[in-house]
């Protein structure tokens, strides 16, 4: 095993080095297990137990709170371990945590006339990404990653590798699909469901003034419900302005037309700056926009919230970014779709979430505060949060339901109850997880 201690020249690479957030933490594991295959993943539990250690993992380091680096934990990253394969009779296939979603996992199935939603930004880790949920392509209308698991195989914190499903080690795949970074075992292997590589990527974009937010907003609340289900219906306030963009992943492009259609009726659509309607467009292309809008080396400090409220309420927070590169989001999932039996379980029809990107860490301080103060503006319209943009020693906000999260529990002192999966990181003297703070009482 490729065991990295405190004090080895290569320690701060591995600790810290795949960890995509530049504002990383100071949180110092006890080692760090550079694994290749399954048998590391199996002997580096196994080691955490016989060292009185608790066991951390990374995938593809995406978190931005950095929740893989976890102090006198063994990390066990799965960076080295990266495989794909896929059984054409199904349409299953197969990866490893690490495989990026976009990077990876997205050209490979392409090759084969195949499709899985993975992250937008083409290199974050399958890993922690499917085990929040995993809001893909078009989760919309095609559902939470997560829905398309169906199966995942499991280091248990006994150290025994197992297949989790529907019928075996049922509690185990229940959890997996939304315990995000408070699963209790580590997951050596995902088997995806996918489905077919739609034949024309399509987008409408409609750039307008940041002066028109209310009107461009309540029009888009009145209507998102409406719009064709193979449409993925996002708003992005960046660079002084608000970008409401269609993407339709259909077969042809006439289809992508008649689903795009409903987003000219925009009352203002006069005033838009820029206005694309069901252009061509392609996966590649989103995954360039992606990479540009979320650049490595920078630092990040990132909040969203679950929103049921007007889009009014919603105005200061995305017409008063406090950086140039910094961008806030408005995503559609309505009409919400009714979720399967999974820990996952909290979600509303718009999700909002807020990325500030900037360099000097002298502004950490300040600009966590500036977000915090504008998230709990929002907080008369919040119902909870997403776990993957989400950092519970910043602002612990509920995540998912009550009966979900006392089901999770229940699991997680059966199957480790000696925890020795280091669970959520939260802050020292917090409220209570899973519990909206100004409605605790
Ligand atoms: C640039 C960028 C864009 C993003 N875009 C999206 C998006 O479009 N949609 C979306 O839903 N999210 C998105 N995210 C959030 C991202 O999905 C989460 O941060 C996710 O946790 C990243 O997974 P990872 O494996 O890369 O991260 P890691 O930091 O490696 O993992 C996060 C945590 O997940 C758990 N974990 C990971 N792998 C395993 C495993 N094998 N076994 C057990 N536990 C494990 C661990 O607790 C780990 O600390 C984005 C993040 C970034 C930085």
Same mark, same amino acid.
């Given at each position: ?20 957030? =530049? ?12 694994? !290749? ?7 580096? /539990? ?8 608790? /066991? ?39 990866? +490893?945590? *690490? ?101 024309? !990527? ?32 996002? =708003?992005?306030?960046?660079?002084? *302005? ?8 259909? @077969? ?16 203002? $659509?006069?005033? @838009? ?18 990479? =540009? ?8 400090? /990132? ?25 806030? $989001? ?62 519970? +020693? ?16 229940? $699991? ?13 990181? +939260? ?12 409605? @605790? *009482?």
């Amino acid at each position: 095993m490729d065991i990295v201690f405190p004090g080895d020249p290569e320690w701060e690479d591995a600790r810290v080095g795949r960890v995509f957030n =530049a504002r990383r933490p100071s949180r110092q594991p006890a080692a760090v297990l550079r694994a !290749v295959c399954e048998q590391d993943l199996i002997d580096g /539990v196994r080691l955490a137990r016989a060292r009185g250690w608790k /066991v951390a993992v990374r995938s593809g380091g995406h978190s931005w709170a950095a929740w893989s680096v976890r102090s006198d934990s063994l990390l066990i990253d799965l960076g080295g371990f990266r495989e794909i394969s896929y059984n054409s009779d199904n349409g299953v296939v197969s990866v +490893t945590p *690490s495989v990026r979603g976009g990077a990876d996992l997205r050209p490979y199935l392409a090759e084969r006339g195949r499709f899985f939603g993975g992250g937008h930004c083409p290199t974050v880790g399958l890993g922690g990404f499917l085990l929040q949920g995993g809001q893909g392509y078009n989760a919309r209308g095609w559902g939470w990653a997560a829905e398309s698991v169906v199966a995942v195989d499991v280091v248990t914190a006994e150290g025994e590798l197992v297949r989790a499903d529907e019928s075996n080690n049922s509690d185990l795949f229940w959890a997996a699909r939304g315990a995000g970074p408070g699963f209790f075992g580590l997951v050596a292997r995902f088997h995806l469901q996918t489905r077919p590589l739609p034949g024309c !990527v399509a987008e409408t974009v409609h750039v307008y003034p940041l002066d028109l937010f209310d009107d461009v907003m309540t029009w888009l609340h009145g209507m998102h419900h409406t719009v064709s289900p193979d449409v993925e219906i996002v =708003a992005v306030s960046a660079e002084g *302005s608000l970008a409401v963009t269609g993407l339709a992943l259909v @077969a042809t492009l006439d289809e992508a037309r008649e689903a795009l259609a409903p987003l000219e009726t925009c009352p203002v $659509i006069d005033k @838009a700056l820029v206005r694309q309607t069901a252009v061509p467009s392609s996966f590649e292309s989103h995954a360039e926009r992606q990479m =540009a809008a979320n650049p490595e080396g920078f630092r990040y400090i /990132v909040d969203n919230a679950w929103l049921t409220g007007s889009a009014e309420a919603m105005g200061p927070l995305f017409k008063d970014l406090p950086t140039v590169r910094s961008f806030a $989001i408005w995503f559609s999932m309505a009409p919400l779709r009714e979720l399967p039996d999974m820990a996952f379980s909290l979600q509303s029809e718009i999700y909002c979430a807020v990325y500030l990107v900037y360099e000097d860490p002298a502004d950490d301080v300040r600009l966590r505060s500036w977000l915090t103060d504008r998230m709990a503006a929002l907080q008369p319209i919040t119902a909870g949060q997403y776990l993957g943009d989400s950092d519970f +020693t910043a602002r612990p906000v509920k995540f998912m339901g009550e009966a979900q999260y006392r089901r999770l529990e229940e $699991i997680r002192e059966a199957r480790d109850p000696e925890r020795l999966f280091v669970g959520y990181l +939260t802050g020292d003297g917090q409220p209570p997880l899973n519990v909206n703070p100004w409605e @605790a *009482s």
